[in-house]
């Protein structure tokens, strides 16, 4: 199925946190992300696969419809629940992942 389409799709930025184990007021507790997103139609068929830069930026033209968008992650980060998305016609949806650091239970060990 080609899902492709200019002028719509989704848009996003990937972020993981906390990357401090104690919370200061007025400090950020996250940073960019950089990966690969996993965009998956409704019939639950993967439709592509696009890379989160180094900002955690990423961009992908789809064609109007209701996706499911989720990191692929390697390592100890805890994967977040996946995201229903809905592309309209002549719009970027926009979607924020936040990936756990998992830096909260490695203090508690």
């Not at 977040?80 to 650091?101: M, R």
Request: no cysteine; charged share 20%.
């Amino acid at each position: 199925m080609d899902t492709t389409h200019a002028g719509s799709g989704i848009e996003g930025l990937v972020v993981v946190g906390p990357i401090h184990p104690v919370e200061h007021a007025g400090t950020v507790n996250q940073r960019p992300f950089e990966t690969t997103v996993l965009v998956i139609d409704q019939q639950g068929q993967a439709v592509v696969q696009v890379h989160a830069d180094a900002e955690g930026r990423f961009r992908v033209n789809l064609k109007p419809g209701s996706y499911t968008v989720r990191p692929e992650l390697k390592g100890p980060f805890k994967r977040p629940k996946a995201q229903i998305v809905t592309v309209s016609e002549g719009n970027f949806t926009h979607v924020d992942i936040a990936v756990d650091s998992g830096i909260r239970g490695m203090q508690q060990q």
